[in-house]
């Protein structure tokens, strides 16, 4: 089961790493969701994947799924839908005012447009 | 007992969502911000006579035990770190005063400003791999707002391109935090520590160690790495440029300090020689910079890696003498360049320009401050009786006593072409024929001085008492050349 999830986080990975590469801007914003996305379930498979237990500590069970990385994804995804919306916000605005989402266009410094 | 560590992080916090409501009244807010990080200065100061005298502080949040729950460590060099902050937070903010302008004042920049620092004050303290994250993302939250608040042309086309970096980072961050995870089974930093020296790092724990460079380089600004820093840095105005170049790289560095002399000292021969080598790429590549262009704020940026370099060599030599010295440097450095920024804020209040080649003959009207600049000039080269002297001095003492001349030779070098880059300013800026700039009557000088004097007669006391704060440095050192005494602080049954 973890080595299948694996293929699964490299393949999430490699999109996203497509998608950050192009030029339009909303296809990176897409591609950065995919990257935590993989990440998050990287965390989960890191921790070690148990069927049929319950992620509680209890005196006596006889087995039980480690509950850490579970507490560890619900933060970083809750940090990673703030800064998505933060990002959509920021690009919106930036087409906007600039008048283009292409990448390429958006070089340059103050000096040089 | 009062939770001594926890109050650098809790007041700027509770102040920060009062000022959300007080958002209303400019004055109100001005004042409100001012007084809580004086409060803040107070309190990181009773924390570093606090860990002075009884050692290294521990809170166990939540009241689970050490290596099951999140602590906040507070040691020497934590609690160093944690004041310099402060009291650089406090001047920025009495210099936004009359610099960001009523637009970003009435749009929430102060209550940013505190969440800013609760994350810089956090990081510093946190014990705590994961934790480290989220306070590394309460930082970056605000500086993306910091950076784009305003919403000028080039402030939303460089934040595009800081978020995305740093949405890169972070992701391979908690990728790293994750790895870590599944080799070590824990998140306490002290008790990270215990296990891999338990296990005598093995190959996966030396990789373990090269992302984390990789991901807090990104923040720090190393060589290969830093190549969203010139152009994110020169967007925002003065304060928030000098609050971001003096603690935002400063963090990616402590935590590289932290985890190379925590977690991975097993294996120096590979890890350390790494970041040496890049650490004077780094010195190379920030000294071309800093040379070659002409613009006021952009030479200041590249000093900034430059300062990144020094600190990192220090790191990778790892004997007493060069941790001392990056420790030293690293302090001096956040001062000085927090007083650079600002005051070449206040060269561009008053020329409305940064371009060097259309300013000169500032020093006929504003001698106070040619002269302030001239003194923090010499400082961040690092002449004798200022601040940048003592930690340079050991820096190249402890790179030679470890064999290595090169780099020791190479920061040595470096520390001449700084002199120049700042002189440079210096000369063009202050010195040649007086002009007269628009809007030059408008520009507060004299308030706005305030500051950047404060931080230089700081870095000289810095410099003139470096034996009163040696014994304070050279407790950093001790803990960070000995783990164990971090990890017995924390993990007290063991």
Known sequence: MEILMSFVVGIIFMAATYLMLSKSLLRIIIGTGLLSHGTHLLLLTMGGLKTGAAPLLGEKAPSYTDPIPQALILTAIVIAFGVTSFFLVLAYRAYQELGTDNMDRLRGTEGND | MINLPLLPIIIPLVSAVILIFLNKSIMASRWFSALSSLATIIASVILLQKVRVNGIQTVDLGNWQAPFGISLVSDMLSALLVLTTSIISFLCVIYSFRSIGKERESFYYYPIFQFLIVGVNGAFTTGDIFNLFVFFEVMLMSSYVLLVLGGTRIQLRESIKYILVNIISSSLFVITVAYLYSVVGSLNMAHISVRISEIGQPGIVTVIAILFLIVFGLKGGIFPLYFWLPGSYNAPPAPVLAIFGALLTKVGIYSIMRTYTLFFYHDIGFTHQILGVLSIITIIVGVIGAIGYWDIKKIIIYNIIIAVGVILYGVSVMNTDALAGSVFYLIHDMIIKAALFLL?????????????????????????????????????????????????LLLVKGGFDGGSYWGA?????????????????????????????????????????????????????????????????MQAVETLMTPDIYVDAVLKER
């Open chain 2, 344 to 392: 070449a804020g206040i060269v561009i209040a008053i020329t409305g320009t940064s371009n060097l080649r259309n300013i000169s003959g500032l020093i006929k009207r504003y001698p106070l401050l040619g002269w302030t600049f001239f003194i923090s000039a010499l400082a961040l080269a690092g002449i004798p009786p200022l601040s940048g002297f003592i930690g340079k």
């Open chain 2, 409 to 473: 030779g190479i920061v040595l070098m470096s520390s001449l072409l700084v002199l120049f880059s700042v002189v440079k300013i210096f000369i063009n800026g202050f010195w040649g024929i007086h002009r007269n700039y628009e809007g030059e009557e408008k520009a507060p000088v004299k308030w706005l001085l305030i500051s950047p004097i404060i931080l230089v007669v700081l870095s000289a006391l810095y410099g003139l008492g470096s034996e009163a704060i040696y014994p304070y440095i």
